[in-house]
C-alpha cells in the first residue's frame, strides 16, 4: 500500500532506539508497538506484523494482569525479564520489519546517498543477507551430523569432543568462506568496487508519505517523553 | 574504491559482514540463556566466550588487516544501539575489539599467542556494562529497566554482585576464551590452514 524510502524507515529505527531509551512505561510502549503494528501492515506485512503483535499483547495482558498475583522470587525475575523483553521489543519488531521490506539494492542506494562510508554500509547489508543463509546452512549441517550419526546431544559431546567439533565448525566456516568468496566475486563484477558515485536505477526519494509516517512517530515520541511519568506498566 | 586508504577490498568487507553475523549468532547461543536470568546474567560474557574461538581465529587469518576488527565493533555497536542494548555493551564490544585488533596487528596477525590475547581482549568486551553497573548501580538499572523498578530487584542485582561475582566474571571469561581460542588454533592448524582456507 505504501513503500518507504529506507532513509525514513533508518530515521525510524533510531527513533525507536530513543524511545526504548527514555520511556519505558508499559503503556508507551503499547502506543508504539500499536503505532508500528499499523505500519507494518501499511508495508504488506500483515500477517508476520499481527503475529508479532498478537505475541507482544499476550505477554502485556500477562504483566498487567497476572503477574501482580505472583509473590517471591518467580515475581521478580519474571518482571525483571519482562521489563527486558518489553525494552527490546519495540526495537526488534521494527528492525525486523526494515529488515523484511527493504531489498538490499534499495538499503544502499539509500546510504549513498546518505554518504555512509562502504566500509559500514557493505558489512551491514552483507549481514541482512547473510542471516537466512546460516539458518538454512545450519539445518543441512545438522541433517549430515544425523546421516553420520553425530548427534549434538550432551552425553556425545563428552565421550568423542573432537568429532562434535569438527563436524560442528568445520561445515560451518568453510560454508562461510566460501560464501564470502562467491558473493565478494559477483560483487566486484557487478560493479562495487566502481570508485564513483553510487547510481542506482531505483527511484530513491522522500517522499511526502515518508515525512508524514516519520512525523507520527517523532510526535508520538515526543509527547510520550513529556507525559511519561514513570512506572512499569 | 573509496577506502584505499585502509586497504579494504570488496571481498574484505564482505569477509567482515559474514563473520559479523557468525560471531553474533556464536555469543547469542551461548550467552544468551544467561542473560535471560536475572542471577546469572553476570555470566553472559563467560556464556558468549565459548563459541566464537575459531570463528574468531579464522576472521582474522581471512582479514589480516589493521581496521577489520573496528568495523567488527562498530558493525555490532550499531547493531546493539538499534536494538536498545546497554550503552556499556556497545561500546565495550568497539572498545575491545579495537584494543584486540591492535594486538593482533603487532604480530601482523600471524603469531599464535597475541592472536590468542587479541581474542581475550575481544571477550571482555560484553563486560562493559557490567562495569557501568558496578560503577553505578541506580544509573544502571534506571537505563536498562526506568524509574519505577522494584528496589527488590535492585537489591537483588546488588546482592549477587558482589566483588566474587565479578572476579569469577572476568577469571571464567579469561578462562573460557582461552580454551575457546586454543581450541580454534588447533583448528586452524589442523584444517584450515590444509584445506587452503586461511592462506
Known amino acids: 500500500m505504501i513503500t518507504l524510502d529506507p532513509r525514513t524507515k533508518v530515521l525510524l529505527l533510531i527513533l525507536t532506539a530513543i524511545f526504548s531509551a527514555s520511556i519505558p512505561n508499559g503503556i508507551y510502549t503499547l502506543v508504539w508497538i500499536i503505532l508500528t503494528t499499523i505500519l507494518g501492515i501499511m508495508l504488506k506485512r500483515a500477517l508476520k506484523t499481527a503475529r508479532a503483535a498478537i505475541i507482544f499483547a499476550a505477554l502485556w495482558l500477562f504483566a498487567s494482569f497476572i503477574l501482580p498475583n505472583i509473590g517471591g522470587v518467580l515475581h521478580t525475575s519474571l518482571l525483571v525479564w519482562l521489563g527486558l523483553v518489553f525494552k527490546c521489543y519495540p526495537c526488534c519488531m521494527i528492525a525486523a520489519l526494515f529488515i523484511s521490506t527493504t531489498q538490499i539494492g534499495e538499503f544502499m542506494a539509500a546510504m549513498s546517498k546518505w554518504r555512509v562510508p562502504r566500509s559500514v554500509v557493505i558489512p551491514l547489508a552483507i549481514m541482512f543477507r547473510y542471516f537466512p543463509t546460516v539458518k538454512e546452512d545450519w539445518g543441512h549441517i545438522k541433517d549430515a551430523m544425523t546421516l553420520r550419526g553425530i548427534s549434538l546431544s550432551p552425553g556425545y559431546f563428552l565421550k568423542n569432543p573432537g568429532v562434535v567439533v569438527d563436524a560442528l565448525y568445520l561445515p560451518i566456516l568453510v560454508t562461510a568462506s566460501n560464501a564470502a568468496d562467491d558473493l565478494a566475486a559477483s560483487a566486484v563484477t557487478r560493479g562495487i568496487e566502481n570508485p564513483r558515485i553510487r547510481t542506482s536505477r531505483l527511484d530513491i526519494r522522500i517522499r511526502l508519505i515518508d515525512i508524514i509516517v516519520f512525523l507520527i512517530f517523532a510526535v508520538a515520541l515526543i509527547v510520550g517523553m513529556g507525559l511519561s511519568t514513570g512506572g512499569y506498566v | ?199
Open chain 2, 1 to 199: 574504491m573509496n577506502n584505499e586508504k585502509n586497504g579494504f577490498t570488496a571481498k574484505d568487507l564482505i569477509t567482515i559482514g559474514i563473520f559479523s553475523v557468525l560471531l553474533l549468532l556464536a555469543m547469542m547461543l551461548t550467552g544468551g540463556p544467561f542473560s535471560a536470568v536475572p542471577t546469572l546474567t553476570f555470566y553472559f560474557p563467560i556464556g558468549a566466550a565459548v563459541l566464537a574461538g575459531p570463528i574468531f581465529m579464522l576472521f582474522i587469518a581471512k582479514v589480516p588487516k589493521q581496521g577489520a576488527l573496528i568495523i567488527v565493533g562498530a558493525v555490532l555497536c550499531i547493531l546493539g544501539t538499534v536494538t536498545g542494548m546497554h550503552w556499556g555493551l556497545n561500546f565495550g564490544f568497539l572498545i575491545s575489539a579495537t584494543l584486540a585488533g591492535l594486538i593482533a596487528g603487532i604480530g601482523k596477525f600471524k603469531s599464535n599467542v597475541l592472536n590468542l590475547i587479541a581474542y581475550i581482549v575481544y571477550c571482555i568486551g560484553p563486560m562493559g556494562t557490567y562495569f557501568v553497573f558496578i560503577l553505578n548501580k541506580e544509573s544502571w538499572v534506571s537505563f536498562m529497566l526506568k524509574k519505577g523498578t522494584e528496589q527488590e530487584y535492585i537489591d537483588k542485582m546488588s546482592e549477587v554482585a558482589t566483588g566474587s561475582t565479578i572476579a569469577i566474571m572476568i577469571v571464567g571469561t579469561i578462562v573460557v576464551a582461552t580454551l575457546s581460542g586454543l581450541l580454534g588454533l588447533r583448528l586452524m592448524r589442523k584444517q584450515f590452514v590444509k584445506a587452503g582456507i586461511a592462506a
